[in-house]
């Protein structure tokens, strides 16, 4: 019965700031504000197939959460880590051990680099790769996960 994730919802502090991260720096497009409930709509990809919302709570109901964008993997190799330097985002990898690039989960297998919005929630871009699961080489760099399929 289930086909996928059509929604998923953010407190954030101060609507105006996010909606402009989130439509002038991710590039996503507002569908519907209401200024009496203090929220704002955006379309993820294709209109009509996924949304976020955004709802200005006070402080204290804001809780930091995570969700992923799905995205290519040739963008997250070539774009990501210089598009969040561009607009003053930290990249970070699942490990957080300093290393900037994205990295592979080999049990799925995806690609994926991570930064914050500006409530502090964790944002991924990944991108499910081409091959088997791996699960026993756990978080790897993409080079390794490249020589470990044979590439």
Same mark, same amino acid.
């Given at each position: 019965?289930?086909?996928?994730?059509?929604?998923?919802?953010?407190?954030?502090?101060? %609507? /105006? @700031? $996010?909606?402009? &991260?989130?439509?002038?720096?991710?590039?996503?497009?507002q569908?519907?504000?209401e200024?009496?409930?203090r929220?704002?709509?955006?379309?993820?990809g294709?209109?009509?197939?996924?949304?976020?919302?955004?709802?200005?709570?006070?402080?204290?109901?804001v809780?930091?959460?995570?969700?992923?964008?799905?995205?290519?993997?040739?963008?997250? %190799? /070539? @774009? $990501?880590?210089? &598009?969040?330097?561009?607009?003053?985002?930290?990249?970070?990898?699942?490990?957080?051990?300093?290393?900037?690039?994205?990295?592979?989960?080999?049990?799925?297998?995806?690609?994926?680099?991570?930064?914050?919005?500006?409530?502090?929630?964790?944002?991924?871009?990944?991108?499910?790769?081409?091959?088997?699961?791996?699960p026993?080489?756990?978080?790897?760099?993409?080079?390794?996960?490249?020589?470990?399929?044979?590439?």
């Amino acid at each position: 019965m289930i086909k996928g994730l059509f929604e998923t919802h953010l407190f954030v502090e101060d %609507l /105006n @700031r $996010s909606i402009e &991260f989130y439509r002038d720096v991710l590039g996503l497009q507002q569908c519907y504000y209401e200024e009496a409930r203090r929220a704002s709509f955006f379309w993820i990809g294709k209109p009509k197939e996924a949304m976020l919302g955004l709802w200005e709570k006070p402080k204290e109901q804001v809780k930091p959460r995570h969700f992923a964008f799905r995205c290519d993997t040739e963008d997250i %190799l /070539n @774009r $990501s880590v210089d &598009f969040l330097k561009k607009h003053d985002l930290k990249p970070y990898n699942f490990l957080k051990d300093g290393n900037e690039q994205p990295m592979v989960f080999a049990w799925m297998p995806a690609l994926a680099i991570y930064f914050k919005d500006p409530d502090g929630n964790d944002l991924e871009f990944i991108s499910i790769l081409k091959g088997d699961a791996r699960p026993e080489l756990g978080v790897i760099t993409y080079d390794t996960w490249l020589k470990q399929i044979g590439q």
